[in-house]
């Protein structure tokens, strides 16, 4: 592929922020045109080939700038590739079994033909903002439980179907 690739992610403390980063450096390493950027700042898929969608999972939803992304560009995410991935469990998890996408999100890679959905451990540190994140803080479950290495062998997957098509 010789276009350009769209990383983009709704976050609301940065944690999928730092994956999509992850991935778009894959990606560009891999000789890819590649661009990151927040869900929300996004105004138009027509200039990328091919996507990457993420969002942070808050009580079993996406995040609203992942949602509200979706929503607004479907048309256009129909008519190119796509992967969704997920960010969110506070516990290992991610690095031991595959998870499923949440329901909107199953709904989502449904109507939209997205390619594949992987779900990596989220993180939850001291200074999140939010009344449940720091609910979580202060019942000692937060913590960083992404797995850079599984991110990056995702996003080396993802590229190496991109060269094929």
């Known amino acids: 592929m010789t276009g350009t690739v769209l990383v983009t992610y709704g976050t609301t403390n940065g944690s999928t922020a730092r994956i999509a980063e992850t991935i778009e450096d894959v990606l560009r390493k891999a000789g890819l045109t590649t661009e ?15 996507v990457v969608v993420g969002g942070g999972l808050y009580a079993g939803r996406w995040q609203k700038d992942a949602r509200r992304f979706v929503r607004r560009h479907s048309r256009a995410l129909a008519e190119r590739p796509v992967w969704f991935f997920s960010s969110g469990p506070l516990d290992a998890s991610a690095s031991e ?3 499923p996408p949440v329901p909107a999100v199953r709904r989502a890679m449904t109507r939209l033909g997205v390619r594949e959905h992987i779900t990596f451990g989220g993180c939850l540190e ?3 903002r939010g009344r449940m994140a720091g609910m ?7 913590g960083d439980f992404r797995d850079f290495a599984a991110i990056e062998a995702w996003a080396a997957h993802v590229a190496d179907e991109l060269g094929r098509a």
């Open 36 to 50: 990151v950027l927040a869900a929300r700042a996004v105004a138009s898929v027509e200039p990328y080939d091919a």
């Open 97 to 99: 079994r595959d998870i």
């Open 126 to 128: 001291d200074g999140a």
């Open 136 to 142: 979580i803080l202060r019942s000692g479950k937060g």
